[in-house]
């Protein structure tokens, strides 16, 4: 780093101006080498090993991310076999490379756990790659305590007796909580045994430098299948295949987390895909998320939304830069990242300080200690000499922090006049035919003279120069050790090896001084992480012009001029649609209508706004008021795989059983279309049903949007002020062709017109035709054989002539004679 970062840092300290923002544009150039030096791996998914129990219905997790040596635990939740919604939304929340359990636990819950590592080999391996089953009496609770009460972590003060230790390990971690403890300790006896295999290095242990905690309880789950129906979030493999296999090789496509991902850091996509994946029901937490988006999209916070982005840019994972730093050798450049990072989250403070009224989040950056950052920040640009490092391609200290490193060092700079005077003086006692020589210092060797060749072809016995002890030859020069060399090696010995082996202990000093300061350092990252993806979705909010939603713990649903946030950016006229479920409306909507009409459109787009709502985002429409859910269960796709063993029907049916089981009136559940892959009769009496059980439950019915196809069904329902069916408008012309208006209204139709949605759509008239004459066969119940008889009729008249012509012609008497056997035919064709 040039003299400018250590100036820059030291007014840091000091404190900094709003003004000074404007001084932040570093070269664009060099900060996107940054990023993609300190780790080209930030694209590759984490290497996350978790850790589950599960007893006496209380599930217990803990996980380690091998990059950024993060330890997260899950206190002991309540999990209800044989669902087990929370350890499912805890993988997807994770999303981990291992997992590890324990032999002996019960059997829905291995079984649950199998099911989500290896979908569809329910009988797999226990120990295969990505599921590991450890022995249960190796890891006993009280053996699991012993290991969690080992752990060391860099926060903890170093002197501390066992007493304190275990204080301090109360203090961060639940040890009453019995399955999370067994998990933790399964986890890092686990890690113990495979930490060589895991980091490729000869370190004894994993190690811990932070620890976090988990939380699930206010969580709004979802299935890995409404994920995906939604489109939150849709993965695209590379098209080479060479480069399909990569963990790299994906990229987000057209989904709900690729239009809001526009954060300007790495930590900040991650904690965005985070949010994604556990949507909240605190109040709290959603209207502080919903006050920073509102804020950036105010005018008057253009200014200080642009001097934000510009100090969010420069932030990094300092976890995984600690890490980085650790190792031997560490580059010049992941020390100026660090530096970069820390300076700009003390710039960031300043500027939250200044609106911290505005909301719970600048309060909450403001109000963060920053005395442990600038002491962190003061020790880098004390300590490294920046633009000596650049020029030695190694780190370097300056001048003035340790005595004796001085001395040598001064001692080192003197060396190139003492080498220049023992050149001349060694010259002079060497013979007369070597015109010229220099000392040079190589380290482990020392001191040496280094001679020219003299002539051309030198033989052995010419390199016996009396006085000197040859040493070696390199570029036809020859090396001698002379008495003043082996006087220099001992007076002044490896000097350059010895300076760095200082600088060397020094660094390492410097690492562990940041390594006790990791926890505040991550905790201001992780905010401004937070800040990243807020200003992102504001971003987007404004672009679109979202809404805020009205939040209440209320049964109600109500969005005025809703619109799917995926949709309208495909498409150039977005029709808007108004729902309104719980209070006064009914809690059961159930859509007919056209196909091609916008059901499942309007289905999704309802699921998505709620869905965002709980997100702390703005939603696409002109006004949302959103009750609180706790569940969004959903029948819309249905994902097929030969590695399931699952027929389509059995999945459709695994999807609406969960929703039954596991809805209450806090939950919205949307169906599109259930029934369609069995017998038309069968689909319409199990949909039927669901819905009947549904409405027996009163007050108690959660949230439903239905669509389907089974017009009869307005027939099998009963009524019900829970009850209302809707469907979409539509016009058709003189023709005959249908023209869809995508606008809801109450209603609805007894025709799908399935026949004029082929037509429009290029089918062909013959298919078209033949098509409507069976659908008018089985509407009137009257055979289709007539036809078929018709066409049996017209061939038997040609077969009768052709017969005739070959009786009444000229033909052979053997030929007539077996035709007159044949007879028999022609008199049946007749």
């Not at 279309?673 to 007050?699: I, M, P, Q, V």
Request: aromatic residues 6%; contains cysteine; hydrophobic residues 40%.
């Amino acid at each position: 780093m040039s003299e400018t970062l250590t100036s820059v840092s030291r007014s840091s300290v000091a404190g900094l101006s709003e003004e000074s923002v404007e001084d932040l544009n570093e070269d664009e150039t060099s900060v996107q080498d940054d990023v993609q030096h300190l780790s080209s791996s930030d694209a590759h998914p984490n290497d996350v090993i978790l850790c589950v129990v599960w007893k006496r219905g209380m599930l217990g997790a803990a996980s380690y991310s091998v990059e950024t040596s993060e330890v997260s635990v899950l206190a002991d939740i309540v999990d209800v076999n044989p669902d087990f919604n929370m350890l499912k939304s805890l993988y997807y929340q994770v999303q981990p490379s291992k997992v590890v359990t324990l032999y002996g636990l019960a059997e829905p819950f291995t079984s649950a756990v199998r099911a989500l590592v290896t979908p569809g080999d329910e009988g797999g391996s226990a120990t295969s790659g990505a599921l590991i089953f450890l022995p249960s009496k190796e890891c006993k609770l009280q053996a699991c305590r012993a290991r969690v009460m080992s752990l060391r972590l860099p926060s903890e003060p170093a002197d501390a007796s066992e007493d304190e230790h275990e204080r301090f390990l109360q203090s961060v971690l639940n040890l009453g909580a019995e399955t999370m403890v067994t998990a933790l300790g399964t986890l890092l006896r686990h890690l113990d045994a495979a930490w060589p295999a895991l980091s490729l290095t000869a370190e004894a242990s994993a190690p811990v430098l932070l620890l976090t905690n988990m939380l699930l309880s206010d969580i709004v789950t979802m299935d890995a299948e409404t994920y995906e129906a939604l489109q939150v979030f849709s993965h695209k493999m590379h098209p080479s295949c060479f480069k399909m296999w990569s963990p790299s090789s994906d990229k987000e496509g057209l989904s709900v987390y690729g239009l809001f991902n526009r954060c300007r850091s790495r930590v900040g996509s991650n904690f965005m895909k985070v949010m994604f994946l556990h949507p909240t029901r605190d109040v709290g937490v959603l209207n502080g998320r919903l006050d920073v988006v509102q804020f950036c999209m105010q005018p008057r916070s253009d200014e200080v939304v642009k001097n934000m982005t510009q100090c969010l840019k420069h932030v990094r994972s300092v976890a995984k830069i600690v890490t980085i730093l650790s190792k031997q050798n560490s580059p010049v450049r992941d020390w100026k990242i660090l530096h970069r990072t820390i300076y700009h989250l003390v710039l960031l403070h300043e500027l939250c300080s200044r609106y911290k009224d505005e909301a719970a989040l600048f309060t909450k950056i403001a109000s963060f200690e920053m005395k442990a950052l600038r002491k962190v920040s003061w020790c880098i640009t004390r300590i490294i000499d920046f633009p000596d490092s650049e020029k030695q391609k190694r780190l370097t200290i300056q001048l003035g922090i340790d005595s004796e490193l001085d001395r040598k060092k001064q001692e080192h700079g003197g060396l190139r006049n003492v080498l220049s005077r023992m050149a001349e003086m060694e010259l002079e006692d060497l013979p007369a035919y070597i015109q010229t020589c220099s000392t040079i210092y190589v380290p482990e060797i020392g001191f040496l003279i280094a001679v020219p060749f003299w002539a051309p072809n030198l033989q052995d016995t010419d390199l016996q120069i009396p006085g000197l002890e040859f040493m070696f030859i390199a570029s036809e020069v020859a090396h001698f050790k002379s008495p003043r060399c082996r006087e220099l090696d001992a007076t002044l010995g490896d000097m350059m090896v010895s300076i760095v082996q200082h600088e060397k202990r020094l660094i390492r000093n410097l690492v562990e001084y940041v390594r006790e300061k990791i926890v505040p350092l991550h905790e201001m990252v992780q905010l401004a992480a937070e800040l990243d993806c807020l200003v992102s979705m504001s971003t987007v909010a404004r672009e679109n012009g979202y809404c805020r939603p009205a939040l209440r713990k209320e049964q109600m649903l109500e969005i005025k001029d809703g619109r799917h946030p995926l949709q309208e950016l495909c498409i150039d006229n977005f029709v808007p649609n108004d729902t309104c479920s719980g209070g006064t409306h009914s809690l059961m909507k159930v859509l007919t209508g056209p196909n091609a009409s916008g059901k499942s459109v309007y289905l999704k787009q309802v699921a998505l706004i709620s869905y965002m709502a709980h997100i702390g985002s703005y939603v696409p429409a002109s006004s949302a008021t959103i009750g609180i859910l706790d569940h969004i269960h959903s029948r819309i796709q249905t994902v097929e795989s030969i590695a399931s063993q699952l027929s389509a029907f059995i999945i459709d049916l695994q999807q609406m059983s969960l929703s039954l089981y596991c809805s209450t009136p806090s939950s919205l559940v949307v169906i599109d279309e259930f029934g369609k892959g069995t017998a038309e009769l069968d689909g319409l009496a199990l949909l039927t049903a669901c819905l009947r059980h549904y409405l027996s439950r009163g007050s108690n019915c959660p949230h439903v949007l239905v669509s389907t196809h089974f017009h009869q069904i307005t027939t099998l329902l009963p009524a019900s002020p829970l009850l209302s069916f809707q469907t979409l408008e539509y016009v058709l012309s003189k023709d005959e062709d249908i023209v869809c208006l995508f606008k809801l209204k109450d209603g609805s139709v007894e025709s799908s017109f399935s026949l004029a949605v082929l037509e429009a759509i290029g089918g062909s008239k013959e298919t078209v035709q033949q098509a409507a004459k069976v659908l008018k066969a089985f509407k009137q119940a009257t055979p289709m054989v007539e036809n078929h008889q018709s066409k049996i009729s017209q061939k038997k008249v040609k077969y009768i002539e052709l017969a005739n012509k070959l009786l009444t012609s000229e033909l052979d008497e053997t030929l007539v004679s077996v035709l007159n056997k044949d007879l028999n035919l022609v008199s049946k064709l007749k």
